[in-house]
């Protein structure tokens, strides 16, 4: 009973039903005892740290079986009094935050239906209702629950009217996990939305949940509504959503929920906010979208009946010189397809019209066709490639739309949808490392740019990759990219350094680690090392290959060794991506003349070019275990 004055429960117990004063459940017999209580856990403000606001919690005595909120709800579930307990947690939370004394903005979760019943019972005095649990209304924001649906909209609609004219604001919770949550969106128009903890936990390792976070922004921003990330438990989990521009945010890492309202946040989420470094956030893969067929022309070729008469077939394929084939259809879908050469072929021969001109054209058919929807995915595009099967190549495919014939494709219109829709897909992620292409690289470099951070960025290419590829073979070839880029991902920090995969042997690494030097010696050592496996004795033994030259000339090439070319970044001394990528170049050219495969330079603060020579250095000068020494020319650590 300290939590709420016996009298102020009293007049509280007064305005809620008779099921509630009456009641025998366990939960009634709480609410009645005045036995619930709230913790408070902060809100913060992820640009500064700052806690932002509480949200109430509601918890039932800490030796019951209804301590947690979801047995207490089940219970108000079962005793018929779900409303009836969520106005009397309101009315705890506001009460229990008066009585604090810190003031502040408090979170208070509400269902739409009960918020409906609360400003009923309200009616017009909905401000001075707050006001009468100490806490002024402006400093409430009512946090609307998605787990139960809205049973009339139009009732909800002239509540939240009346809640904004008393200066209260509204949030949506747990948004992605309840009913109807953009419909909510349009309809309540929040001040708030509360993005659900699926979203936000490991968000640093999962493409999809970035993608869709960075769509949630998008809404918001149409909407004009400011986004609170929940279930932020990690440091890497917060500096990822800082640096998403997510505004505030709420989890275990900032604050545990608490009887005491917290006055800071904790030191790891702090120290993780101080920490300036970017986030490396998951690729936003740009996978091969269905319906790439739809970009391109489909031949809209006339189609004949199973029953068509030969002579009616070999007609069409004169007057239409340009028809490869004609697909046979019944009832709108293909059943076969005649392929024009093989067709004219049989009718040329001798007597083949007075004999089987007038029969029906499936005898003459392939009743096997390869039949592709408009919605296909590349996979199947390929498919038809790789087949044993090669007529498909000759004949063409038929296309549909949910099964009914739209044209026909040709084999040249197949090679090519497959090849551009592959080589868009490249460009996001390297479809033998499955690393980030150039333009997740382009991305994360800018953003390094924007954010005034000192980075190192790594070019990183093969000695004598294209003899070595040209004697063994593509399969061996791509094995040694492979093992570039295991070693690349091995040896730099997944919540610091990016690894992307430019193509063929070129690989670009940004690094925020201060031992970047000694991470890409490593990389350089222990690729001349595993590279040598893939030799085989007699050129291990030799120290290299004798292979053609790019004039076509044979010479002999030492074993393939790994350079690395590296320059450093200085805040604010470079503004676009193509600058860095076209420094780190000139970097790797020099490190291919260097004896140990790293050299590295140094854009200063004065301007975007490379350092003077006296710049350009190798590990062997400044020793491999240790960052270059600072001058005039280099960054500040």
């Known amino acids: ?27 009634a017999r709480l609410m009645q005892e005045g036995a619930l209580h709230c913790v408070f856990q902060p809100l913060a403000d992820l640009r500064t740290g700052a806690i932002y606001a509480h949200e109430a919690l509601i918890r039932g005595p800490e030796d019951s079986p209804l301590h947690t909120p979801d047995a207490l709800l089940d219970s108000a579930r079962r005793e018929h009094l779900l409303q009836d307990f969520e106005l009397l947690c309101v009315a705890t939370a506001l009460l229990q935050w008066s009585a604090q004394g810190r003031g502040g903005r408090i979170f208070v979760n509400i269902s739409a239906d009960a918020l409906v019943s609360a400003v009923a019972l309200c009616g017009a005095g909905v401000a001075e209702a707050l006001r009468s649990l100490g806490v002024p209304a402006r400093m409430v924001v009512l946090e609307i629950t998605e787990h139960e649906r809205v049973s009339d909209m139009a009732l909800l609609r002239s509540a939240l009217k009346q809640v904004h004219a008393a200066g209260a604001r509204l949030a949506l919770d747990d948004f992605g996990d ?6 909510l969106w349009a309809e309540v128009k929040p001040d708030f939305v509360k993005i659900d903890k699926y979203f936000i936990r490991d968000i640093t390792a999962h493409s999809e949940k970035l993608q869709m976070l960075q769509a949630i922004k998008g809404i918001a921003d149409v909407f004009g509504t400011t986004l609170v990330a929940e279930g932020i438990e990690t440091q890497e989990e917060l500096r990822a959503l800082r640096d998403l521009d997510i505004p505030y945010g709420q989890g275990y890492l900032l604050g545990r929920p608490a009887r005491a309202p917290h006055a800071a946040i904790t030191g790891p989420a702090q120290g993780a906010l101080d920490d300036r470094r970017v986030a490396v956030l998951p690729t936003l893969g740009q996978s091969v979208r269905p319906g790439i067929l739809r970009s391109l022309p489909v031949v809209q070729a006339p189609a004949v009946a199973p029953d068509t008469p030969n002579d009616t077939v070999a007609g069409l394929f004169k007057s239409h010189a340009e028809l490869h084939a004609v697909a046979v259809l019944e009832d709108a879908r293909p059943v076969a397809l005649i392929n ?51 007529r ?7 296309v549909t739309d949910n099964g009914r014939y739209v044209g026909l494709g040709t084999g040249d219109q197949l090679v090519r949808s497959v090849t551009e829709a592959r080589v868009e897909a490249a460009r996001h992620a390297n479809p033998l490392t499955f690393l980030p292409g150039n333009i997740p690289i382009s991305l994360h470099m800018q953003r390094l740019l924007d954010s005034g951070t000192a980075f190192v960025a790594c070019y990183a290419d093969l000695n004598h990759f294209k003899p070595f590829n040209d004697y063994y073979g593509y399969w061996r070839g791509d094995q040694m990219i492979r093992l570039v880029a295991r070693l690349a991902v091995t040896h730099c920090d997944a919540q610091r350094d990016f690894v992307g995969h430019v193509g063929g042997d070129d690989f670009m690494l940004l690094f925020q680690s201060g031992d970047w030097l000694q991470r890409c010696q490593r990389i350089v050592d222990e690729f001349a090392q595993e590279a040598l496996a893939l030799f085989d004795d007699g050129a291990r033994k030799a120290g290299g290959i004798w292979a053609e030259d790019r004039h076509g000339v044979k010479r002999f090439f030492s074993c393939t060794t790994l350079s690395i070319g590296a320059v450093r970044i200085a805040p604010g001394s470079i503004h676009r991506a193509e ?21 590295w330079h140094a854009a200063g603060r004065t301007g975007s070019r490379t350092a003077p020579a006296s710049a350009v250095v190798s590990p062997q000068q400044v020793g491999p275990m240790q960052q270059p020494a600072k001058n005039h020319h280099a960054l500040a650590a």
Do not use: W
């Open 1 to 27: 009973m300290d939590d709420i004055p016996r009298e102020r429960l009293r007049g509280i117990l007064a305005a809620l039903s008779p099921a509630v004063g009456f009641g025998s459940g366990p939960l």
């Open 579 to 599: 600058e860095v990528a076209n420094l780190a170049a000139l970097a790797k050219r020099d490190a291919k003349q260097a004896p140990q495969g790293i050299a």
């Open 392 to 398: 498909y190549l000759n004949d063409g495919f038929i």
């Open 340 to 390: 024009r050469q093989q067709f004219m072929n049989h009718y040329a021969t001798l007597y083949f019209r007075e004999v089987h001109g007038r029969k029906p054209c499936a005898g003459f058919a392939n009743h096997a066709p390869r039949v592709v929807e408009l919605d296909c995915d590349v996979d199947q595009l390929v498919g038809i490639l790789t087949s044993q099967d090669q």
């Open 178 to 183: 309840g009913h109807s949550s953009l419909r």
